[in-house]
């Protein structure tokens, strides 16, 4: 699939501005943003719900309507509510009816982790099992690509952590899967590629550990004993600078050459290096404007501590 | 498609609101307005089961309106246009939901008719009359289609028991048209509700719908028409 220069605005807010993007057969793939960032907008393009106002959105080969009719995609859209008088079995053996090869729907019902559930009705499931049950409904014709947009939003932590393994144990089959969300550490722990998008534009596109790099590398902490904090920012590849109690945390681009010239200033007391979170990397990409004064969360552990400069 | 009406015709009769307003209240208000006050009227016991089996099947028929409305609000719309179904197939889907779902209100109120109240009539005329009255929901089934896809989920709800009650009385599907006013008793057989019944009660009495009755329906027929097709323009591709 693909957009070239797709735009789609609604009265004076361009809410896709000039995204262009490619998907290869098989990724799992992160739409990472805050909330009003465009997601949703995208995946409507995406799914021929909405038409872009300039440039163009292929799937397939096709437009999105023609792949969507085909049976090529399923879609699993945001805040749907659940449909009702229906039980689980009905919803999704009808569904399974509209595509041209579905998958059997005892095999969807085990896929979702929603098995058990088939003769319930669905307007009577928790949150939890109501996403699970959608997303049968995405996959039980067996598309190509499949489409999630914020699957996870309103679910707790347990009914999150097994929609997850549902949807890998998806995706491990070889399907094109994309998701919205705006968790971090979901687009981190379940895609092989986050794509972020911010007022309607891609800000960066690549792997967790690429987005951790483009964002400024590395962030060296270290105390500041009551001394001053004049001329931190002049230091060899210091981006930012964020004062926290006694401890100045410096975001730089250099991490060597910054610890060289603390060393010349005899500031290493309870020196600290590690690379920047993914927070720190997306508050980084997606405001760039008041980057030097962004608050940077706490940083989470670190995979590795690569200084490798990387352009995403 | 027939999965699709399999679909909504289940979660029809599901909806317990349905089968109250539109099988059990008909079915009750004709079994109340022919036997009390001990009126044994024999004519007005088949007219007044004409009329409600109308008020019935227009009143399951604006349901259908109700369905789409709830669909459209809930998501499950937008559901369907991620799914290989084109949206002709689904708005044909509907229409064809909302003509199924009209058979239980004429049915329930012919068979009250002919078991509780003792209605005799020639085997041909029972058929006649629930065939007419079938085919007689039409327009009102696009009635509610026009409403549905036009309105909120709650406006529809309004909208449509507004259109019900106004057409059921001023068409004398409730209280026949002897007991109205001068001025009510001309309006009354240019509605659509009033030529519906008639449809039955020609046939009750032994002679065709009359030229008349066709004109006033087919003209409401494609004025709701065209207003079911204007609001699912507007709306079909932005829900």
Known sequence: ??????????????????????????????????????????????????????????????????????????????????????????????????????????????????????????????????????????????????????????LDVEARHAFWVSMRAYARRGHTVLFSTHYLEEADANADRIVVIDRGRIVADGSGEQLRRAAGGNLVSFDLAGAGTEGLTLLPGVVSVEVRGDRARLRTEDSDATVIALAERGAIRGLEVVAASLDDAFLALTSPSDAASAPSSPPSPPPSSSANLEAV | MLGYLRLEVRRTLRDTGFVIGGVVMPVAMYLLFTNLGGGDDDSWKTASMVGMAAYGAMGSALNTGGGVAEDKANGWLRQLRVTPMTPRQVVTGRALTGAVTVLPAILAVLAAGGVVNGVRLDAWKWAAIALLLWLGSIPFTLLGLGNGYRLTAQTTGVANLGCNLVMAVVGGLWFPLSLFPEWLRSVSPYMPTNRFAQLGTAVADGHAPTLGALLVLTFWLLAFGSYAVTSYRMTARTV
Do not use: C, W
Not at chain 1, 58 to 77: C, I, Q
Not at chain 1, 109 to 124: C, F, H, K, Q, S
Not at chain 1, 126 to 132: L, Y
Not at chain 1, 149 to 154: F, I, L, R, V
């Open chain 1, 1 to 154: 699939m693909s957009f070239t220069g797709a735009v789609k605005t609604f009265g004076a807010v361009r809410a896709v501005d000039g995204v262009d993007l490619e998907l290869a057969a098989g990724e799992t793939v992160a739409l990472l943003g805050r909330n009003g960032a465009g997601k949703s907008t995208a995946i409507s393009l995406l799914l021929g719900l909405h038409e872009p106002d300039e440039g163009v959105v292929r799937l397939f080969g096709g437009t999105p309507e023609e792949s969507v009719r085909a049976g090529r995609v399923g879609a699993m859209l945001q805040d749907g509510r659940p449909v009702p008088r229906v039980t689980v079995g009905e919803l999704v053996g009808f569904v399974a009816r509209t595509y041209p090869r579905p998958i059997p729907v005892a095999e969807a019902l085990e896929l979702a982790g929603v098995a058990e559930l088939a003769d319930r009705r669905v307007d009577r499931l928790s949150g939890g099992q109501q996403q699970r049950v959608r997303f049968a409904v995405a996959l039980i014709g067996n598309p190509a690509l499949i489409v999630l947009d914020e699957p996870t939003a309103a």
